[in-house]
């Protein structure tokens, strides 16, 4: 079983609807929680990071982690076919500087 | 521009070909790392540099791949005798010291023939 589980989608949204994405890992050990999102052939580009426990807003994107349920979660408001990518979560303990991914949710959002 | 850089941004090898992938982290960035990353999946951790030191190489799949940072700036990963397997893309990303924020580059798509 891997370390952090994620839904590989595809999730395919109407424009403006609300997104939920999310990912489950088993290990407590996480304390650090980020959002990556990929586009197509490039990179992945950070879009939220979150310590411990909580929530963290960003102008349409928001991450919620809930530790108690090794459960983290991002909330993308008024979607728009621009967000369309692969969005990647990421978590790291305090002991190490390597980031364990999940594998990806490919989002479309159609016009 | 001031980001990641990597070169080359895609290589095609022959099953047993060595290969030299590339990496220019951002200016002033002390830590370096290296993932892979196989098609529709996350990606994995190779190895992780401070500076020139190699702190964690326990992400490296076998004795074929090795990276350095001699003079802790640029960075190469070389896989050696490249396997089929060996095909996916290769990111890198810095860190401005111990920060968690981790910068990633575009990536090198390696193709092993």
């Known amino acids: 079983q891997k370390e952090v589980e994620q839904d590989p989608g595809p999730l395919s949204v109407p424009e403006g609807a609300i997104v939920s994405l999310n990912c489950t890992y088993s290990?407590?050990?996480?304390?650090?929680f980020m959002w990556y999102r990929q586009y197509s052939r490039k990179g992945p580009e950070l879009l939220m990071y979150t310590y411990s426990s909580g929530n963290k807003e960003d102008g349409r994107f928001t991450a919620q982690v809930d530790k108690s349920s090794k459960y983290i979660s991002l909330f993308i408001r008024d979607s728009q076919p621009s967000d369309s990518a692969t969005y990647l979560c990421a978590m790291k303990s305090g002991a190490t500087n390597k980031l364990i991914f999940g594998t990806g949710t490919l989002l479309a959002v159609q016009p | 521009g001031a980001g990641v850089s990597q070169s080359p941004r895609y290589k095609v090898a022959k099953r047993g070909q060595d290969v030299a992938l590339r990496c220019d982290p951002i200016?002033?960035?002390?830590?370096l790392f290296w993932y892979q990353q196989a098609l529709g999946q996350g990606p994995e951790f190779l190895t992780y540099?401070?500076?020139?030191?190699?702190?964690?190489k326990s992400g490296l799949p076998s004795d074929r791949f090795f990276a350095e940072r001699p003079e802790g700036s640029v960075s190469t990963l070389k896989i050696q005798r490249t396997q089929q397997e060996d095909s996916a893309v290769y990111l890198c990303a810095s860190s401005l010291g111990e920060r968690v924020t981790q910068y990633f580059g575009p990536g090198t798509r390696l193709l092993v023939l």
């Open positions: 290990n407590s050990a996480f304390q650090y």
């Open positions: 200016s002033g960035h002390v830590s």
């Open positions: 540099f401070q500076n020139e030191a190699q702190l964690d």
